[in-house]
């Protein structure tokens, strides 16, 4: 963990090492899907009153919206990467399909298939399994513990 | 020829998980200067540039098509992270890619 999380570490750092990830980052990149999906739902909205007038672009206060969304979504992407596994975090983007389908439902009355229904339980198990993939035993967890707390993370 | 959309949406994916493991170099280095961290603003301009292909595609084939391939992004990305970024693999890991991958597929074919 030496050369990792500072200036300039190099692309195979910490290869020996184990790269754990934090519950905080399970949080954040679910955080991340429930705004990238509100943006998209605002994207939506704002999309059946699009104009190519610019000034009727900037009052457009949904498509704004939306895109403020991505923005933060974004942010706290790179905030969960900073502290978990990009293997744990990536797939669990895919919870962004979850939200999408429960605001559409929600907002634009869009009946849940049966189908549809089996594919958020099916997201949430993966999400699940990967909970405990991140957190399958690992050698020197004491080691890699102290190890942190020398550091101060 | 739906081929060709499909190739697209492959390729867009493969951009695109480049641009996550820029995204994860990136976020790992203490930079103040947001601009100055240029894996940040490479992995953020992979994932601009892998929208493209993509688009290109759903002009040539049905979303219910093009949705459910973009899931393959797990495979490349799982393989990105072991092989750039050390991470350990395990069944766990692997079950989780497949059931979310097989999710995706079923929420955007219904």
């Not at chain 2, 493991?21 to 603003?41: F, P, T």
Request: proline share 3%; hydrophobic share 50%.
């Amino acid at each position: 963990m030496a050369a990792y999380g500072c200036r300039g570490s190099n692309l195979t750092a910490g290869k020996d090492e184990e790269h754990r990830t934090t519950l905080r980052a399970f949080f954040l990149v679910i955080l991340c899907t429930i705004f990238t999906s509100a943006g998209q739902i605002l994207y939506k909205i704002g999309a059946s009153r699009l104009s190519l007038n610019p000034i009727l672009i900037i009052r457009n206060t949904p498509l704004l919206l939306g895109m403020l969304s991505y923005v933060i979504g974004a942010f706290l992407l790179i905030l969960a990467l900073r502290e978990g596994e990009l293997s744990v975090i990536y797939p669990i983007i895919s919870t962004g399909f979850v939200w999408v389908s429960l605001f559409s439902a929600r907002l634009f009355m869009e009946r849940i298939t049966l189908q549809r229904w089996m594919g958020i339980f099916t997201i949430i198990l993966g999400v699940v399994l990967m909970g405990i993939g991140s957190r399958a035993p690992v050698q020197n967890r004491e080691a890699e513990k102290s190890h942190r707390r020398m550091i101060g993370k | 020829m739906i081929i060709i959309p499909i190739l697209l949406v492959i390729l867009g994916t493969i951009i695109g998980s480049f641009g996550a493991l820029m995204l994860k170099l990136g976020s790992s280095v203490r930079e103040s200067n947001l601009l100055k961290n240029w894996r940040l603003i490479l992995g953020v301009l992979l994932y601009g540039l892998s929208t493209v292909p993509f688009v290109i595609a759903v002009m040539q084939a049905p979303l219910s098509i093009i949705y459910p391939i973009t899931s393959v992004s797990y495979i490349w990305t799982m393989l990105l992270s072991s092989r750039f970024l050390g991470e350990k693999m395990n069944a766990w890991k692997y079950a989780s890619m497949i059931v979310i991958i097989l999710g995706v597929i079923l929420i955007t074919t219904s």
